[in-house]
């Protein structure tokens, strides 16, 4: 054992205990009903909580309710409760803050720093998603991983099956699907507000929680003291109205004509993507684009108007305006995004539970519209989905809005294509006595709301649940920015040119170094041990961009973190440049052929092993560690087999390599 083989091992050692480490190790401490627990039970231990400014003194623990309050001899399942201490020695009603989604966790709330001059935050995470029992359906991510269009009949159908499925084995599994509605969310609030102790509680939501946040007005007036929600979304809107998103379309396309970089690209925006989306290109080049990933990604991606929007809409409508000026590669580059976003975006089986609340509201026709109505399309299936989960007993309930005299704040953007203002405006407002309404002019979606002016939101928001009034006056009106200083035909140039450069890498340097090899025998110690440790990331890199450009170009159906497609495009160049790195002149044939098979065999199966320690894209990183760590260890693993002393003739030369010489 020399001293440089008990380092490379003792390296190995390191790069495969963290590789265990992610696959068994990491991840939040799972949530469990504790023994001998009761319903209503609540345990807390002091913790910190981490938000855009840093960690705040918190207790978390885990709340105890029944999974099915309907049902009298229900099991119990437990919930993550986190409550944020007021940095006050008097805090006004603690804030309950609901996420969005459905189908996201409510434990994520960054921005719970701005309330903690006056108020406890409390977050209660979500049955389904956050607690004991969660409702993952891989069925349903495998079916749009697989997905040749998200909006294609045959997608719509494995989509639907994937749903049917997943609940057909969660209910074989003990859940109760019944118990996982809105009703019971807000009934899992009021037991967290009374095992907390507090008297009247605010409720801050956005998003979908707003539909929670109305439920628990209806249900428990008396245990709210205001309620402010960010991007309304009444009863029946889990889908949208084609008619207000060519509206708001065409807002933009009025902005358009008011800006002097955007009207210089044409005439009339809102007509122009309508010329685009009858002939959605289906290719860029030789790379395949998927027409319905693009309609999809539009509409999500004109949801926020802002750059702190992970897909803005002024780069959704810069890669529209490219398209229709010739310039496809920005519709590729969402085609792409869909595919990479869409499939582990939600729990989703909370994500139906919630959803099919709304199956009454869906249109008998599909109206005609720019988009062709591709976010009601998609989370419908086309329709297919209304009767793919169990409809809870509960839903019914609370169909239709209800008044409520609790002070309330709705607040809503005029570019928000996600929960568009007008629709709190026209069937919520008027069942609010004491409702008020605050539009933010130019404004979209939640995200837009926390990032865009947030000393003008944090007033808005502070001052009426403090008051009840409403002061908007540090607002001043948003503008929309048309010139995105990055845009998506650029990042799909870029990522085509980094695919291309890495493949073209890979495959040039595993013939320099074969023909290194062949020239003069192999490389010296310090080459060899860089090319065995470092550039194995660059050859795997290389591997899988090259399939990727196959799949990309030929596969559709296939995704780009395919198991078998990523161990054999990882596995394969790493094996071949470890092993040419490991190769020296005075080998013999044989002992060659023995390394190259062992190298390459001990890459692909380390890199299947790798593949497993992480999910999505990320797992390419571990796939690389992955094949490195095990070529690398088989190698060595033969070099001191080889090397060992013979008891038979007292030498110390590599015995197949002396018979092959006698």
């Known amino acids: 054992m020399k001293p440089t083989r008990v380092v490379a091992i003792a390296l190995i050692a390191i790069l495969v205990g963290g590789l265990v480490f992610l696959r068994f190790g990491s991840g939040p401490d799972e949530v469990a009903v504790p023994d001998g627990a009761r319903a209503g039970d609540l345990t807390l231990e002091p913790c910190e909580y981490t938000t855009e400014n840093g960690d705040h003194a918190a207790d978390c623990g885990t709340l105890v309710v029944p999974e099915n309050r309907n049902?009298?001899?229900?099991?119990?399942?437990?919930?993550?409760?986190?409550?944020?201490?007021?940095?006050?020695?008097?805090?006004?009603?603690?804030?309950?803050?609901?996420?969005?989604?459905?189908?996201?966790?409510?434990?994520?709330?960054?921005?719970?720093?701005?309330?903690?001059?006056?108020?406890?935050?409390?977050?209660?995470?979500?049955?389904?998603?956050?607690?004991?029992?969660?409702?993952?359906?891989?069925?349903?991510?495998?079916?749009?991983?697989?997905?040749?269009?998200?909006?294609?009949?045959?997608?719509?159908?494995?989509?639907?099956?994937?749903?049917?499925?997943?609940?057909?084995?969660?209910?074989?599994?003990?859940?109760?699907?019944?118990?996982?509605?809105?009703?019971?969310?807000?009934?899992?609030?009021?037991?967290?507000?009374?095992?907390?102790?507090?008297?009247?509680?605010?409720?801050?939501?956005?998003?979908?929680?707003?539909?929670?946040?109305?439920?628990?007005?209806?249900?428990?007036?008396?245990?709210?003291?205001?309620?402010?929600?960010?991007?309304?979304?009444?009863?029946?809107?889990?889908?949208?109205?084609?008619?207000?998103?060519?509206?708001?379309?065409?807002?933009?396309?009025?902005?358009?004509?008011?800006?002097?970089?955007?009207?210089?690209?044409?005439?009339?925006?809102?007509?122009?993507?309508?010329?685009?989306?009858?002939?959605?290109?289906?290719s860029w080049g030789v790379l395949n684009i998927k027409p319905g990933n693009v309609r999809l990604a539009a509409f999500f991606g004109l949801v926020d108007s802002t750059s702190a929007a992970a897909m803005p809409a002024p780069a959704t409508l810069d890669s529209w305006l490219s398209a229709a000026e010739g310039d496809p590669s920005g519709l590729w580059f969402a085609s792409l995004a869909a595919d990479l976003i869409f499939p582990r975006s939600f729990v989703w089986g909370e994500y139906a539970a919630i959803g099919t609340a709304d199956a009454w509201a869906l249109p008998d026709v599909r109206q005609d519209s720019i988009l062709d109505d591709p976010g009601t399309a998609f989370v419908w299936a086309g329709g297919q989905f209304a009767d793919a989960w169990p409809t809870s007993p509960d839903d019914a309930e609370y169909r239709t809005v209800r008044t409520s005299d609790v002070e309330t704040l709705l607040i809503g953007g005029t570019l928000d294509f996600s929960a568009p203002a007008r629709n709190a405006t026209n069937e919520l407002l008027p069942f609010l006595p004491n409702g008020h309404q605050v539009i933010l002019a130019e404004l979209g979606h939640t995200t837009d709301f926390w990032a865009t002016q947030p000393e003008a939101g944090d007033r808005l928001i502070s001052t009426f649940l403090g008051s009840g009034q409403v002061d908007h006056s540090l607002y001043r009106t948003a503008k929309v920015d048309f010139t995105p200083s990055v845009t998506h035909p650029a990042l799909a140039k870029i990522i085509l040119g980094t695919m291309t450069g890495l493949a073209l890498v890979m495959v040039l340097s595993l013939l320099l170094m074969a023909r290194r090899v062949r020239k003069k025998g192999g490389f010296g110690p310090k080459a060899s041990a860089v090319l065995r440790s470092v550039f194995p990331l660059v050859l795997g890199l290389g591997g899988w961009f090259l399939a990727a450009l196959v799949i990309l170009t030929l596969l559709p159906s296939v995704p780009l973190d395919d198991e078998l497609a990523s161990a054999l495009s990882v596995g394969m160049p790493v094996g071949l440049g470890i092993h040419l790195a490991w190769r020296r002149r005075d080998q013999a044939r044989n002992v060659r052929t023995i390394g190259l098979v062992a190298a390459v065999a001990g890459a692909l199966v380390g890199a299947w092993l790798g593949f497993h320690a992480m999910d999505g894209l990320l797992a390419l990183l571990t796939t690389i560690a992955g094949a490195t760590a095990a070529a690398n260890l088989v190698l060595l693993a033969l070099d001191i087999a080889w090397e060992r002393p013979s008891a038979v003739v007292g030498t110390s030369r590599p015995l197949l390599g002396s018979a092959a010489s006698r």
Request: overall charge negative; proline content about 6%.
């Open 71 to 282: 049902d009298p001899g229900s099991r119990l399942i437990a919930l993550p409760v986190v409550k944020i201490r007021a940095e006050t020695d008097e805090p006004a009603e603690p804030i309950f803050h609901l996420e969005g989604g459905p189908g996201l966790s409510n434990l994520d709330f960054p921005t719970a720093n701005r309330f903690l001059d006056g108020h406890d935050v409390v977050l209660v995470g979500y049955r389904g998603v956050d607690g004991s029992t969660v409702l993952d359906c891989p069925e349903v991510t495998a079916a749009l991983r697989h997905s040749t269009d998200f909006l294609g009949e045959e997608s719509f159908r494995a989509y639907t099956d994937a749903f049917r499925d997943c609940a057909k084995r969660l209910t074989a599994e003990g859940v109760d699907l019944d118990g996982y509605s809105l009703t019971q969310r807000v009934d899992d609030l009021e037991a967290a507000r009374v095992a907390l102790g507090y008297d009247r509680i605010d409720l801050l939501a956005e998003s979908t929680g707003t539909r929670t946040a109305q439920i628990y007005s209806w249900r428990r007036p008396d245990s709210i003291h205001r309620s402010v929600m960010i991007g309304v979304n009444p009863p029946g809107h889990f889908l949208w109205d084609p008619a207000t998103t060519d509206d708001l379309i065409r807002r933009y396309a009025r902005l358009c004509a008011e800006d002097t970089d955007c009207r210089k690209r044409t005439d009339e925006l809102a007509a122009s993507m309508d010329r685009t989306a009858e002939h959605v290109p289906d």
